[in-house]
């Protein structure tokens, strides 16, 4: 954990202190260096998981997987490259000008993870708070995935919101490294948590099924 903070840091620190303006440009780019790691990082932690569960497992905890790859996906802009407009934006439902397949697309895609979410937080929520209490590291690294997501959308969203309020505020370089570097720290500590989860192979799907895992994942305190 704590050397994954320090990743992170460093990444921040990367291009604002040492990069030339064309490097940082092309670093957080769309198919730079930032966004391809953080889309393969999703997909070490849907590795991780095929690898260690059983496929029973693996059909009963779909949502796991289903997550993960929409996750993925949506790093790589996909909820926005095939349809008129993104997904999970009003615009495509309400709009006379958006064809009915897509809206119907789009529409299976929202209701899908919205089950899948629902499912991940019925069956995993209980669990996920009792290994917060009690400083597991599967349960605490889920948790910073979930602060990095938090801060990256405040970050991303700062200047519209504040313009509700009449308060201009110009989006600048410094605060899209954070945003993005951020988002990179989802998959990472999502990474971190399934392979704390692991110390035998039933770890994780215990987990996600709301039982505690006989064997307890390695504590971080």
Known sequence: MGLALLVLVFLIALPLAFFPEDIRKFYLSEGGPIEVFSAAGYLIVVATLVREMSYRDLLKR???????????????????????????????????DVPLLEKLIGATVVIALSVAFYLLLKNGFRSFVHGLRHGEATAVAIAAAVGCAVLSKVIDGAPSNLTFFGIQLTRIYTSTVFEEILELGIPIFLAIAAFSAFPTQDGLTKWASGQ??????????
Request: with cysteine; aromatic share 12%.
């Open 62 to 96: 779909w949502y796991l997987v289903a997550i993960l790859i929409a996750m993925c996906l949506r790093e790589l802009d996909f909820h926005a490259h095939f349809t008129t407009h993104n997904i999970t934006k009003t615009t495509l439902y309400i709009s006379p």
């Open 212 to 221: 505690i895992t006989p064997n307890n994942p390695r504590s971080v305190t």
